[in-house]
């Protein structure tokens, strides 16, 4: 690998090319913080699929694009005067330092969940009002919810065993169920809600990330679709004209590959 030297030349390299883009090319001499923003969501995502699909090579060139849209942001700000690349590492080397006392300081820890605790008791203690805060209002709510869990777990309000939680959502289920039976639109809205809100509670129990779990799925019926898309195709079948139980005879050889 790189040494320290070879790294901080071509980040150095790196800062170079991001002024010589601001000064020369008209396209990112236009550019601001607001109309990066979808940008770097785009790329965010395109990173974690990448990390799904456990392609190295992709994850670096997609990390190389977000450290791109980070430095071109702190190239924003210095122009400015708000603060430059230089700002933004030290803030996080201190955000870090002080979120880190069992490291920097004389804390003890025993294990990963003391270490959590003490970052959300940390939190508070630097002004924020509710642990919550630090969750993004725009996160989508799959995310948005196991973040939330995450975080009241760090203060202690949690379940104590997975079959408690396991109960809770079965609790939930029948709700539901009797929600649909009254036939209640609202209500059976809000008790859906809630069973999603226990099974990514509990996937957090199973040590499972829900968001990765499902995008795994939504990944394996895609493919298994499109499967079923080029057999009809390679049949002179349209789906449309197919019967479900001709769609599933390709439906079991896709499951099989």
Not at 127 to 138: D, N, Q
Not at 182 to 210: C, H, T, W
Request: hydrophobic share 35%; aromatic share 8%; net charge negative.
């Amino acid at each position: 690998m790189n040494s320290r030297e070879d790294q901080l030349r071509a980040f150095d390299r790196l800062l170079t090319i991001m002024n010589e883009l601001r000064e020369q090319c008209p396209w990112d001499k236009k550019q601001t913080l607001q109309s990066l923003r979808h940008l770097t969501i785009e790329e965010t995502y395109e990173l974690g699929d990448a990390i799904l699909d456990n392609d190295l090579n992709e994850i670096k060139n997609e990390l190389g694009d977000l450290l791109l849209h980070i430095v071109f942001y702190a190239k924003i700000g210095s122009e400015t005067n708000n603060f430059d690349i230089a700002d933004v590492a030290n803030a996080i080397c201190e955000k870090l330092i002080n979120r880190h006392p069992h490291i920097y300081a004389d804390v003890k820890v025993n294990n990963e969940e003391d270490v959590k605790r003490n970052w959300e008791n940390l939190k508070l203690k630097e002004g924020k009002k509710s642990v919550l805060e630090g969750v993004p209002k725009s996160l989508p709510a799959l995310v948005k919810a196991s973040r939330i869990q995450d975080k009241v777990a760090g203060v202690g309000f949690d379940w104590e065993e997975p079959h408690q939680v396991f109960e809770k959502l079965k609790e939930e289920l029948e709700e539901l169920q009797h929600e649909i039976n009254v036939q209640d639109q609202d209500k059976i809205e809000s008790e859906f809600g809630d069973v999603l809100f226990s099974m990514i509670n509990y996937a957090r129990f199973l040590d499972i990330n829900p968001e990765d779990a499902l995008e795994r799925t939504n990944k394996k019926f895609i493919k298994r679709f499109q499967y079923l898309e080029e057999k009809a195709k390679e049949n002179n079948k349209s789906l449309k004209d197919m019967t479900l139980s001709e769609m599933d005879v390709f439906w079991e050889e896709a499951k099989k590959i």
